[in-house]
Every structure is written in structure tokens, then in C-alpha cells.
């Protein structure tokens, strides 16, 4: 199973809507006037009503990129730095692509070495101007008309959008951390590692003293609440088990005194099922939650590498069709380098990418592989789609050689 680009992957396979297209080279799009333009007003356009959402830029700084993982750059460290500019630039805070780590201190140095700009809006286009365009590559699974709507009507969309059916500009209750991790993990993964409220606390699954009446009582406490908090959220199986690992708790042990009367082992036991079934649900409706909350999309620089996605059966689930890869040519300020947000191991050296008679035709440095798009992209950014007829094979290396 491929880990990554599970970013690539993962968020690829799902139906991307789009917004008017031609198809332009990379060089007229660096143009003054013309496709680039709108390209990156359309763009900046959603940016600024994020922006009008944001509320207070501390707070919604050290919300937002809370430092975690491979990130070395923390939300009180940008406000500082954006603040300090002049113009002042926190309300560029709604951008995951100007607050990566390796973003950040090359804009913030642009901007105090290249004279004074009206609004923090004229500097990002500025350092656009100057950083240039790129051309990637993604995939989707889709039909032939959905693919031609993609191009011509509508540009590609997020998960965000889809599952609002339209731009939604309310903030996310997660941090840009836990959703471009979110791309990177399996399927079968343990909860994520989000601040939901309802991971239970006090419980020592190596120690049962631990397992105290209050400590079972959190558990429980936690489960009722996040159902109330996720309804429908999952399947019938998971909710039904966690209301039998609840309603049997209750019933053998609806006090301390009957609950302390039970063997330590089967206190355990008890203790340990509801966790469990309370965790399965939790990861469930989170990686759902995770996915209507979800402004990432995933590119590649290498076209190869973005075709090997048709030949994974469990990340093609998408509206149905057939796998389309679409050529766009995206300002280079908006493609962030996913390792900025997720932890390092999750990642191997390099991609060995074979033809369907298993010949090497390439490797793949980790470095091509894989951006992350923050929000939609503008169909004049597409320049092309073709299906992919016959896949290529992606294979993990580890260490490059």
C-alpha cells in the first residue's frame, strides 16, 4: 500500500468541479495581463474571503498552525513576522502556502527588501510575479463528461466546496496540520490526532489501577457527547457498537459501588472495549469531518508519476468513469511542499514508477512528487486532460540510490 502520495492519491481520486478555461503555455501565463491575471485573481479572490472570516489574527494563527510534526515555523512565530512587515501582512495568515516553512522567511525578506506596497495583497502578487508558474499534473476518476465539465465550466474544486456545493469560507475547526496530514494516512489509521474534545483522558491501557469508576465515567461521558457531536457521521455497525459497549457498561456497573465490585480484569475489559469502539468511531466521523473541512488539493511536477494513480484499486473511488489527468500550469506561490506540514517519516526517498511490463522508466525524487494546493484552482489554469490508458506502476525507495 502506498503511503504517500497519498496526497497525491487519496484527495485525487475524489470528483473535482472547476470554473471558464483555455489552454495557455506557462510562459504567457506569466503576462501581465491576460490568463495569469485571472488566474491569480481568482485566487487571491477566495484568499480574501477567507480573510474576512478569520477573526483575530493571533488567535487564529496559533489555532491554525499549531507546529506540530515536521513543521518548524509556529503560529505565534508567524503573526510576528507578518506583523512586523510593512505593510502589516496577518491577513495573509489565511494562506498555508505563504506560512510554510519554507515560504515564509524568503517572503517576508522579498517584501522588506523590495520597497513599500500599498496592502499585503500587493506584496503576495508581487512575490507571484517574481516566483513565476509551474506546471503539475492531477488525476481524477471520472466521467468523460464530468472531465470535459472540469476543463471548460467549471476548474477543479476541493473537498471543501464539493461537500458545500459551492466556496464555503467558514473557517475549519481543524488546523492546516491535521488537514494536509490527513492526505498521508491509511485508511485503516488510528484516530487522528486532532483537537476534537473527545479523546478520553486519564486512562492508562498499561496500567488498570487506572481504570478507575471516574476514569470509566470519562470514557462514557466522551462517547455520549461525541454522538450528539457526529450524528450520522458513521456506519450503522460502528454506532451500534459503541451504544452496546455504553449500554453494557451502564448496566453492569451504573455506580461506583457496583462498578468497584467488579473483577479488576473485567473492569478492564470493559474499559478497554469502549475505548475501542469509541475510538473506531471517532477516526470514522473525523476522516469524514476531515474531508468536508478539506481545502488541499494534490499535484505533481511529473506527469508519469501522476498517472500511476489508476493502477490503485483502493484510492479510486471517486463518482466512477475513467481515470483523466489533467496538465495545469499554477503560480508557484500556491503550491506548497507538503513535508512543511507532515512529519518527514511519512515519507520515502524517491518513486520508482514502471510501465505495464514492469519496466523501470523512471525514479522520481520525493521533491517532484508531490504539492499541495490550498483551495480551487481557476479552469484557465488547466491546459490540458487526456484519460490514462494504461497505468503506470508506483513503487516507494527507501533510501534514494
Known amino acids: 500500500m502506498i503511503n504517500s502520495p497519498r496526497l497525491l492519491l487519496q484527495s485525487n481520486m475524489q470528483y473535482a468541479q472547476v470554473s471558464p478555461a483555455s489552454g495557455v503555455g506557462v510562459e504567457s501565463m506569466r503576462g501581465e495581463g491576460g490568463v495569469h491575471s485571472i488566474v491569480y485573481s481568482h485566487r487571491e479572490e477566495e484568499l480574501k474571503a477567507l480573510c474576512k472570516e478569520m477573526g483575530d489574527p493571533h488567535l487564529f494563527a496559533l489555532k491554525m498552525y499549531p507546529g506540530r510534526n515536521n513543521s518548524v515555523v509556529t503560529g505565534e512565530m508567524l503573526h510576528q513576522f507578518l506583523s512586523a512587515l510593512d505593510p502589516?501582512?496577518?491577513?495573509?495568515?489565511?494562506?498555508?502556502?505563504?506560512?510554510?516553512?519554507?515560504?515564509?522567511?524568503?517572503?517576508c525578506e522579498f517584501v522588506s527588501k523590495h520597497g513599500k506596497f500599498e496592502n499585503c495583497w500587493d506584496a503576495r502578487k508581487a512575490y507571484s510575479d517574481y516566483l513565476g508558474v509551474e506546471r503539475v499534473f492531477r488525476s481524477v476518476k471520472v466521467s468523460k463528461s464530468e472531465a470535459e465539465n472540469i476543463k471548460i465550466t467549471y476548474g477543479l474544486k476541493p473537498s471543501c466546496d464539493r461537500a458545500h456545493d459551492g466556496f464555503n469560507p467558514a473557517p475549519s475547526k481543524y488546523s492546516i496540520v491535521d488537514h494536509a496530514n490527513s492526505h498521508v494516512?491509511?485508511?485503516?489509521?488510528?484516530?487522528?490526532?486532532?483537537?476534537?474534545?473527545?479523546?478520553?483522558?486519564?486512562?492508562?491501557?498499561?496500567?488498570?489501577?487506572?481504570?478507575?469508576?471516574?476514569?470509566?465515567?470519562?470514557?462514557?461521558?466522551?462517547a455520549v457527547g461525541f454522538l450528539e457531536a457526529f450524528p450520522g457521521d458513521n456506519s450503522q455497525r460502528v454506532r451500534k457498537e459503541l451504544l452496546a459497549?455504553?449500554?453494557?457498561?451502564?448496566?453492569?456497573?451504573?455506580?461506583?459501588?457496583?462498578?468497584?465490585?467488579?473483577?479488576?480484569?473485567?473492569?478492564?475489559?470493559?474499559?478497554?472495549?469502549?475505548?475501542?469502539?469509541?475510538?473506531?468511531?471517532?477516526?470514522?466521523a473525523v476522516q469524514k469531518d476531515l474531508k468536508n473541512h478539506d481545502r488541499f488539493q494534490s499535484f505533481t511536477l511529473d506527469e508519469?508519476?501522476?498517472?500511476?494513480?489508476?493502477?490503485?484499486?483502493?484510492?479510486?473511488?471517486?463518482?466512477?468513469?475513467?481515470?483523466?489527468?489533467?496538465?495545469?500550469?499554477?503560480?508557484?506561490?500556491?503550491?506548497?511542499?507538503?513535508?512543511?506540514y507532515i512529519d518527514k517519516k511519512s515519507f520515502p526517498?524517491?518513486?520508482?514508477?514502471?510501465?505495464?511490463?514492469?519496466?523501470?522508466?523512471?525514479n522520481v525524487s520525493i521533491e517532484h512528487a508531490e504539492k499541495l494546493h490550498y483551495g480551487s484552482v481557476s479552469l484557465h489554469s488547466i491546459t490540458n486532460f487526456q484519460p490514462v490508458v494504461k497505468p503506470h506502476t508506483l513503487v516507494e525507495v527507501s533510501p534514494l540510490s
Open 185 to 222: 494516512r491509511e485508511l485503516n489509521c488510528t484516530a487522528p490526532k486532532v483537537e476534537t474534545g473527545f479523546v478520553p483522558n486519564g486512562v492508562d491501557a498499561r496500567n488498570s489501577d487506572s481504570y478507575s469508576f471516574e476514569a470509566s465515567k470519562n470514557i462514557i461521558d466522551k
Open 88 to 107: 502589516n501582512c496577518t491577513e495573509l495568515l489565511v494562506d498555508p502556502a505563504i506560512c510554510a516553512s519554507s515560504r515564509i522567511h524568503g517572503f
Open 349 to 362: 526517498d524517491s518513486y520508482n514508477i514502471f510501465n505495464s511490463k514492469g519496466e523501470l522508466i523512471k
Open 245 to 284: 459497549s455504553i449500554s453494557k457498561f451502564e448496566i453492569k456497573a451504573p455506580d461506583s459501588d457496583s462498578y468497584n465490585k467488579l473483577k479488576p480484569t473485567e473492569r478492564v475489559v470493559m474499559c478497554r472495549s469502549l475505548y475501542k469502539s469509541l475510538n473506531t468511531a471517532l477516526t470514522q
Open 304 to 340: 508519469d508519476l501522476g498517472s500511476c494513480v489508476a493502477d490503485d484499486p483502493n484510492l479510486a473511488a471517486s463518482t466512477g468513469g475513467d481515470v483523466y489527468i489533467f496538465e495545469c500550469d499554477i503560480p508557484k506561490i500556491d503550491l506548497i511542499d507538503p513535508k512543511d
